[in-house]
């Protein structure tokens, strides 16, 4: 603790950033040499000579360079941090930046190692937020996704100072602080011996409306939940929260019936129910809930209900739901992300740029080795993150997006160039959306299913994709690498249609639930007739007796007659268009046949 200790005087670091200091020495131990070797270090044990030409002062004063996606002409070029080390993750250092109190990691920097921050009256701020933050496995890739989608989205106030400076936002925290007494969200008590206590924190966020105008201020009084320990504090955490595919499922049978689809901001939220012919649907998602139903009488039952026990706020007809627009018409319903798409282009400097006709060109490859420089993980990250939120209306995205995020850990200027591609594609494209039509004759599930064969250059694994189609639009879509390797296209194809299979399973349940079981079992089409053989006939031959036995419950489900495949020809495959790259007329042709159009296509 000697080097520690020595790391954190030297730049007057505070001491909450001891683990930090505390990583760094052992990263330069472990280059260093020894007393009992004498002239050599690691390279005993490895054979070859450790590099230490990237060791710099902890502490010192770093700038990183800010690209030009993340700044305008009159920003600065590049941000004030504190170097804390190097990541482990990637060929990157770990930099702190004091105006954010974030750490980042990048490549593109440069050092003044003869000075430090000037910390002043930031200290104690500083250590207090670095210890309610507990080291430990992080997100997983699939929530750094999640995480970084809506990072254009508008932001709340910074901190409780800021806020009760303000009498809009002292207001918003003393409705907040009303509800949570009303509905006895907690209770005082005593704290079982061998706990831990965790303290409280306000959460401020500005909700916009469909055309990205201020709506409301909210306030969240929440627990410091990050403060724990998996394993130690908790063991679990669960969340119930509508998927993408139950809102576009409900959606689109609000759009087969001609039913209106309402929505209500609250506080806190349950699930109704209703038995009977009557029937009354609703979706939650944290606060925002959405419901459909037969019946206004019930409509003005359950509003009444929710009144009662909640503070709420009836917005009336559904217009805006988590970052998606929706035009309800006599013909259907549509879903669009046209103003998101619209704030993506801008925040990365594409508002202006010239617009392509579709988001990859047949045969382009990418792979994780090249020659291309790479570029910082961090921009990438946030704009695949984004693509990423935008495919819950644009379906016609979904391959290139889910092509991308391979190659998060360490991208190229190559995989960037592929990125932006997409945003020229969406620029010109913003307006497009998922159409569920209404009508008698549209109210089964159908699914298509693909597969590629060997596609991934780097493992050679083959990509899944399905598609589910209701109302006439797409309501659940995919594609995804498959976790094997395949050794024939009807192996690859197969699993493929496994993969579909259980969604297809899910869904059914899902529609049951809410009223509408499938009176007939759900056609999956698939364009490989081996494959379509296969799950109909136990033939074992070279090409099939491989296969894992996990995959070979497709079979249970035909003879059950809760999936029937049947054969379909290659050019009406709609799900290719989640599998590759195709040409231009093809790509138009399915996009079309997912349910994608504009607005005013529609009479």
């Known amino acids: 603790m000697n080097m520690v200790r020595c790391m954190l005087c030297d730049k007057q670091v505070p001491k909450a950033f001891w683990p930090e200091a505390a990583r760094w020495t052992v990263h330069v131990l472990n280059k260093s040499l020894t007393l009992v070797v004498k002239d050599k270090s690691p390279e005993m044990w490895s054979g070859v000579k450790p590099k230490v030409d990237y060791f710099r002062v902890f502490g010192c004063l770093a700038h990183v360079h800010v690209p030009d996606q993340k700044k305008t002409k009159l920003d600065d070029k590049s941000l004030q941090c504190v170097l804390l080390g190097v990541s482990h993750e990637s060929k990157a250092y770990r930099l702190f930046d004091p105006a954010t109190r974030r750490t980042i990691m990048s490549r593109d920097v440069s050092f003044e190692e003869d000075k430090g921050w000037n910390w002043g009256r930031m200290v104690e701020e500083v250590k207090r937020d670095i210890l309610d933050y507990v080291t430990g ?20 106030l910074g901190s409780f100072e800021e806020a009760k400076r303000d009498v809009k936002w002292r207001r918003v925290m003393d409705l907040e602080i009303e509800a949570i007494e009303k509905n006895e969200t907690w209770q005082l008590t005593t704290l079982p011996k061998g706990a831990k206590k965790i303290g409280v924190k306000w959460v ?45 499922m409900v959606l689109a049978l609000a759009a087969q019936k001609g039913s209106s689809v309402y929505q209500l901001d609250i506080k806190s939220v349950f699930l109704h129910e209703e038995g009977g012919k009557r029937f009354l649907i609703v979706s939650l998602y944290v606060d925002d809930l959405i419901f459909i139903g037969n019946d206004a009488c019930m409509f003005e039952s359950f509003k009444s209900s929710m009144k009662d026990e909640f503070d709420m706020t009836d917005l009336g007809k559904m217009k805006y739901f988590l970052g998606v627009e929706v035009l309800q018409i006599l013909e259907g319903i549509y879903l669009s992300q046209e103003k998101y798409a619209c704030e993506l282009l ?3 400097g594409l508002q202006n740029a010239n617009s392509v006709k579709n988001p990859i ?38 391959y290139v997006v889910c092509l991308l995020s391979r190659y998060m850990a360490n991208p190229t200027d190559l995989h960037m160039q592929a990125a932006k591609r997409v945003l020229r594609y969406l620029k010109g494209t913003v307006e497009l959306g998922v159409f569920y039509k209404r009508g008698e004759d549209v109210g089964e599930l159908l699914a298509h299913t693909h597969s590629d064969y060997a596609g991934d250059t780097d493992d050679r694994k083959s990509t899944s994709s399905y598609v589910f189609l209701l109302s006439g639009g797409a309501v659940s879509w995919a594609s995804k690498k498959q976790p094997v390797v395949t050794l024939s296209t009807t192996e690859a194809e197969f699993v493929a249609t496994v993969f579909c299979a259980c969604q297809c399973i899910w869904m059914r349940r899902v529609l049951e639930k809410i009223g509408h079981s499938q009176s007939k079992c759900t056609t999956i089409m698939c364009d490989n007739s081996s494959t379509t053989k296969l799950s109909k006939y136990p033939v074992m031959h070279g090409r099939s007796k491989h296969i894992d036995v996990r995959f070979h419950f497709l079979r249970d489900l035909t003879k059950e007659e809760v999936v029937k495949l049947v054969h ?4 009406d495959q709609v799900a290719d268009i989640l599998t590759k790259p195709l040409k231009l007329e093809v790509f138009l042709k399915l996009r079309e046949k997912l349910g994608v159009c504009e607005v005013p296509n529609l009479n």
């Open 137 to 156: 496995e992080g997100l997983s890739e699939d929530a750094n996704v999640n995480n970084l989608a809506m990072f254009i989205s508008h932001e709340g």
């Open 204 to 248: 401020f966020k500005t909700k916009l409306n469909e055309k990205g105008e201020v709506d409301k201020c909210k306030a969240r009084l929440v627990a410091k939940g990050y403060a724990q320990r998996q394993g130690i504090d908790y063991n679990e955490v669960f969340a119930p929260v509508a998927k993408w595919d139950t809102i576009r």
């Open 568 to 571: 379909c020809g290659t050019n």
């Open 361 to 398: 060109v047949p045969g382009f490859k990418l792979s994780e080795e090249g020659e291309c420089a790479r570029i910082d993980a961090t921009v990438y990250k946030q704009l695949i993150g984004s693509l990423m939120y935008i495919t819950a209306t644009r379906p016609d995205l979904m």
């Open 346 to 348: 801008e925040k990365f």
